[in-house]
T-cell receptor, first 113, second 108 residues
């Protein structure tokens, strides 16, 4: 079975631009969660989607949004990028909600200049 | 005070040593995860616990719900165990909180 894939793996954007990151879960998994990891704040939870519905959201501003498609693939979007948005963005899939085993993708490293 | 804390923050061990990493939390939880992150960023989920104890190879994870405490044990440590170990909880009110991580270095 293929693992969780994330595209792109690396991205450089300019302050004020917007960005869309993609996550394809393991086949059959219906839950996708997104996380942000920075050296200063560590890992922080962004969103959790299950069957196309956002089930849970972390404490991030409205510039951060996401969605999940009927094939369980998920995208997250960050608008009006700030320097502080530079981070590793990870997604993880599981067969159920967070209280199930999670499988992480390799992450997308976003640099905002 | 952080809602999820880990100790120690950094740990250096000789190959073969028995290692314990601790996680304590101050909120009600529905599940606790132990994650392993190697240099380069890749994260592997080691265990998901809601009670008791789980074992996988040389790794053992325990949780005491009453004491709000979990431990991750590594028996017969090996240099390939060198990584950051992160404790994460899903709270009873559906919030996901990560601990700060424990950086482990195992020296041959």
């Amino acid at each position: 079975k293929a693992g969780v894939t994330q595209t792109p793996r690396y991205l450089i954007k300019t302050r004020g631009q917007q960005v869309t990151l993609s996550c394809s879960p393991i086949s059959g998994h219906r839950s996708v969660s997104w996380y942000q990891q920075t050296p200063g704040q560590g890992l922080q939870f962004l969103f959790e989607y299950f069957s196309e519905t956002q089930r849970n959201k972390g404490n991030f501003p409205g510039r951060f949004s996401g969605r999940q498609f009927s094939n369980s693939r998920s995208e997250m979007n960050v608008s009006t990028l700030e320097l502080g948005d530079s981070a590793l963005y990870l997604c993880a899939s599981s067969s159920g909600l967070y209280s199930s085993e999670q499988y992480f993708g390799p992450g997308t490293r976003l640099t905002v200049t | 005070k952080n809602e999820v804390e880990q100790s120690p923050q950094n740990l250096t061990a000789q190959e073969g040593e028995f290692i314990t990493i601790n996680c304590s939390y101050s909120v009600g939880i529905s599940a606790l995860h132990w994650l392993q992150q190697h240099p380069g960023g890749g994260i592997v989920s080691l265990f998901m616990l809601s009670s008791g104890k789980k074992k996988h190879g040389r790794l053992i994870a325990t949780i005491n719900i009453q004491e709000k405490h979990s431990s991750l044990h590594i028996t017969a440590s090996h240099p390939r165990d060198s990584a950051v170990y992160i404790c994460a909880v899903k709270t009873s009110y559906d919030k996901v909180i990560f601990g700060p991580g424990t950086s482990l270095s195992v020296i041959p």
